[in-house]
């Protein structure tokens, strides 16, 4: 039940995320203004995402935070149909961002019915579950917009986060077992761990890329280039797919070239996907470059999530989650609006180049000592 719920999770955040950009330039958002919209999902997350996973920590319990992020998803959502004007999209896209960053506690719930070897097994499945609800809300959601229009794919959201509480209710929760009183020096020991503080400085880069990129400028790139709103979620769901298929296939490309080999050929694979946007004129390229940029993230965030859990302690993973999570959120919001200012000054296509750029940057902080270490970990372990 609770792979079921994050499946409804996701889906009742991105029904309408491909046609959101679309949304807010008909009510009157610059492009800067569109990225600051986008950006908004993520300021919530970076400031909440710690205090939620302490909290969970403390209280022992993760299902009552997800039940409740459920439904700030379902406000949020019927928020931004009826904003009457671009700050009032601004302001329910933040609802949701608030009601996003209960992932912390739903992948954390997940990852407690797993043995403690079973953990990067078990985050894999998370994560494809995560990147299958993403395919389907992309595709569904193109397809509502152009049949019913745009309206329709918040309505749909809403609906789809009301299944997914309902989903949730019926799920059992496994107790956590504390050796020790959660204390702050507890926090800090977990806010220091090296593995978890890089890999959150990488997930930063990726989180930029992809919302300064793909999920906000892609679809207003697509549109330039004769797109309709089910094209562009066509657009969306291929990236999606091939973000699926990354995350299936995390385990193999690891073995093969490392955590520190794959993260910077990943690196790679998406900025290439980025920096040859503004060279496509036809839909059916816009999607390839984007099948590849999604296969490379999909293992990028694969492998990032997988690091951070492991490296914290059962009894503290929704701490460690909260700590990881709320440092990619940096990227999350601060990719957008840098994004949206940069097509403004400098036109849409720049944004890519910059993108591009970002994404090889990250991929630098991959070779670090940290990475290796932790691969080398992961080999003696198995």
């Known amino acids: 039940m609770v792979g079921a719920s994050t499946f409804m999770f996701w889906l009742s955040l991105y029904l309408y995320v491909p046609v959101l950009p679309l949304h807010a330039e008909k009510t009157g958002a610059s492009l800067s203004m569109v990225g600051l919209i986008i950006s908004s999902y ?3 997350q970076v400031l909440l995402r710690i205090p939620l996973g ?3 920590d403390l209280l022992g319990k993760r299902k009552p935070f997800v039940l409740i992020a459920f439904a700030l998803n379902v406000v949020g959502a019927i928020g931004l149909v009826l904003a009457p004007n671009p700050w009032t999209i601004f302001a329910a896209r933040a609802i949701t961002g608030i009601g996003a960053a209960g992932w912390v506690a739903q992948s954390v719930l997940y990852s407690s019915y797993f043995t403690p070897a079973q953990t990067g097994r078990a985050m894999a499945r998370i994560m494809s579950v995560n990147a299958a609800s993403l395919v389907i809300a992309s595709l569904a959601g193109g397809l509502i917009a152009e049949w019913l229009g745009i309206n329709a794919t918040f309505y749909a959201g809403a609906g789809v986060g009301v299944i997914g509480m309902i989903l949730l209710f019926s799920a059992g929760e496994p107790p956590v077992v504390r050796r020790k009183r959660y204390s702050v020096s507890e926090f800090v020991e977990v806010a220091k761990t090296p593995l978890l503080l890089t890999v959150g400085v990488i997930g930063i880069f990726v989180q930029f890329v992809s919302f300064g990129g793909s999920f906000g400028f892609v679809p207003l790139y697509a549109e330039r280039i004769g797109a309709n709103d089910a094209e562009v979620g066509y657009v969306m769901t291929v990236m999606l797919v091939f973000a699926v298929i990354g995350s299936l296939a995390t385990t193999r490309v690891v073995g093969f070239v ?3 080999g794959a993260i910077l050929m990943c690196s790679v694979i998406v ?11 036809e839909i059916y390229y816009l999607a390839g470059a984007q099948a590849l940029g999604g296969f490379g993230r999909g293992l990028l965030n694969t492998i990032l999530i997988s690091l951070s859990v492991q490296t ?3 009894a503290s993973r929704a701490t460690g989650m909260g700590i990881y999570q709320a440092t990619y959120s940096i990227g ?3 990719g957008p609006i840098v994004s949206g200012v940069v097509a403004d000054m400098s036109g849409l296509n720049t944004v890519f180049y910059v993108v591009a750029g970002v994404s090889i940057v990250g991929g630098l902080f991959g070779l670090s000592r940290t990475i290796g270490n932790a691969g080398q970990a ?5």
């Not at 992961?378 to 198995?382: L, T, V």
């Open 42 to 44: 993520a300021i919530a």
């Open 54 to 56: 302490v909290s969970a």
């Open 258 to 260: 490392g955590y520190r």
């Open 271 to 281: 900025a290439i996907s980025m920096g040859i946007v503004p060279m496509i004129d």
């Open 312 to 314: 914290v302690a059962p």
């Open 332 to 334: 999350m919001l601060s």
């Open 378 to 382: 992961s080999r003696n372990n198995g």
